[in-house]
């Protein structure tokens, strides 16, 4: 936190002005921490203040005197750097051997100092157990309770906890402001499970059903040709038996040979495509899947009716 960072600024400067704590600067340094500290003060007539505070800073690492310290407070005020500027002025006061005249400069602008230093306090949810920042410095639990004291500017709370979004807010923060963050944290939406959705039903028995009826249907009019050619067979055979004696017949008699032997053979023929589509039918019926679930369109029944014609056999219908 700066805070703890700032106190143990002021208490390095406090030790350093201890009499006899560190090892007396050299002359050197004297010399060169005195140069530094009148850069510093040419830097702050013409309010460079970066300038100026480099200059001090300087001045403080190689004689870490009252006069540099307080010339560095002021420089950090000019920047905006008001927590660090009060830091600085405490090692002079708390010094054990500041000079009366010092101390009570540094007194002065820091009670001065101390009105303008902004603070904010936090509005936690209950129970609250996670993690709170102002910019990039943590926040401990005990320091949540008491206002936080902050330099003045653009400030960023952030807030995050286990199973809730990260909470932040950004606003600007005048010098002398007391305020209030209230954080508020939402739970992190629970994923929604999307169910699979479920596989189309296959209906590959439909079309093999089909297939099985045209198959049937294709064997019955094969039957039915069968059958209707192999009694118009037998009837011309009766003919030729009263119109040709023992088997000898006239030329005259030729057609009604031809006649029954095309019969005959149609019959034949009939009956192979009747015992084949008999036979494929059946087997496709008895293999194929079951349609329970088919919707009432795929349910619909299957129209068919056989076709006969010269030299030609099949079905005509709706499927």
Not at 142 to 155: I, L, M
Request: with cysteine; net charge positive; glycine share 10%.
């Amino acid at each position: 936190m700066r805070l703890r960072r700032l106190f143990c600024i002021a208490a390095l400067g406090v030790f350093a002005l201890s009499p006899g704590a560190l090892a007396k600067p050299s002359r050197a340094d004297m010399a060169e921490a005195k140069k530094a500290a009148s850069a510093g003060k040419k830097a702050e007539a013409k309010k460079d203040w970066e300038a100026a505070r480099e200059a001090y800073q300087r001045a403080v690492e190689l004689n870490d005197t009252p006069a540099a310290r307080i010339g560095l407070a002021r420089a950090e005020e000019k920047l905006g750097h008001l927590l660090e500027a009060a830091e600085h002025l405490r090692g002079v006061i708390q010094a054990p051997a500041v000079k009366w005249n010092d101390k009570r400069t540094a007194t002065t602008r820091l009670a001065a100092l101390e009105k303008r230093i902004p603070t904010l306090s936090f509005e936690l949810p209950g129970g609250f157990e996670g993690e709170l920042h102002v910019d990039d410095e943590l926040i401990e639990p005990d320091e949540r309770r008491q206002p936080v004291a902050v330099n003045p500017g653009s400030r960023k709370v952030r807030a995050t906890a286990e199973g809730f979004l990260p909470f932040s807010e950004t606003f600007e923060l005048a010098e002398g402001e007391n305020k209030t963050i209230t954080v508020l944290l939402t739970e992190k939406p629970v994923p929604v499970r999307r169910e699979p959705k479920p596989e189309p039903v296959k209906r590959s028995g439909s079309g093999q059903k089909t297939l099985g009826y045209v198959s049937l249907a294709v064997g019955g009019a094969g039957l039915v040709v069968g059958t209707a050619m192999g009694l118009a067979a037998r009837s011309t055979r009766s003919e030729l038996d009263s119109a040709c004696p023992n088997d000898r017949c006239s030329a005259s008699e030729r057609d009604l040979y031809d006649k029954g032997k095309t019969q005959a053979s149609w019959s034949t023929a009939g009956f192979i495509v009747g015992g084949v589509g008999l036979s494929l039918g059946t087997v496709l019926l008895l293999t194929a899947g079951d349609d329970a679930e088919k919707s009432p369109a795929d349910q619909a029944k299957v129209r068919w009716q056989p076709v006969l014609g010269p030299g030609h056999v099949g079905v005509h219908g709706n499927f």
